[in-house]
């Protein structure tokens, strides 16, 4: 699909749309939700290795930190993962 990149907001639908085309590939697609939503405390390293192996793997963390996703395994971070990316990220537009 090609990108949209006209500025019109009758184009939000195309734009949506293009945002989450990574998930159609995605290897989470292809498995059950237990990987990437483990309980407290359950290991996270199988959602990790599924989603080093994964081509949308940066476009899903991009999606989670847009969108302040705070549970399970999204781009191969964990909820305290992207956490800790994010207020590293405050922290260098702070200085």
């Known amino acids: 699909m090609p990108i949209n990149i006209t500025t019109s907001t009758t184009d939000t639908t195309d734009r949506s749309e293009h945002e989450l085309s990574w998930q159609e590939s995605a290897l989470c697609a292809q498995t059950g ?16 290795r599924l989603c080093g192996a994964c081509e949308g793997r ?38």
Do not use: M
């Open 33 to 48: 939700p237990e990987f990437f939503f483990p309980a407290p405390g359950s290991s996270t390293r199988e959602a990790k």
């Open 58 to 95: 940066v476009a899903c963390l991009q999606y989670a930190l847009a969108h302040d996703e705070r549970f399970g395994v999204w781009g191969g971070l964990s909820e305290k993962e992207r956490q800790n990316l994010r207020r590293d990220a405050a922290g260098l537009h702070s200085s």
